[in-house]
């Protein structure tokens, strides 16, 4: 979408042969800016959107990585409350 409007602003931006740029060659001007403009403010917010869902990834994945790291101290309780269990009851 940003593209696409990027594209459109740059086709205004270049047209000479447009329906009435000898009349209105600084509306045409304008209206190619405010294309770029929004090409730009939608890319932009892409971005943020982007960098926000890689954080919360990010996030998950540690919450992820304490969780492993739970479990594992847990398996470790467990297998030295094993060893002493055995090494009781032998």
């Known amino acids: 979408m940003a593209h696409a409007l990027s594209t459109m602003a740059h086709a205004l931006g270049?047209?000479?042969?447009g329906p009435c740029y000898s009349y209105n060659g600084p509306c045409l001007s304008t209206m190619a800016h405010v294309l770029a403009t929004m090409?730009?403010?939608?890319?932009?917010?892409?971005?943020?959107?982007s960098t926000m869902a890689h954080a919360l990834g990010t996030m998950v994945h540690a919450l992820a990585t304490m969780a492993h790291a739970?479990?594992?101290?847990?398996?470790?309780?467990?297998?030295?409350a094993h060893a002493l269990a055995t090494n009781t009851h032998a």
Do not use: E
């Open 14 to 17: 270049r047209s000479q042969y």
């Open 39 to 49: 090409a730009h403010t939608l890319a932009t917010k892409t971005h943020a959107l």
């Open 70 to 80: 739970l479990a594992t101290m847990a398996h470790a309780l467990a297998t030295m």
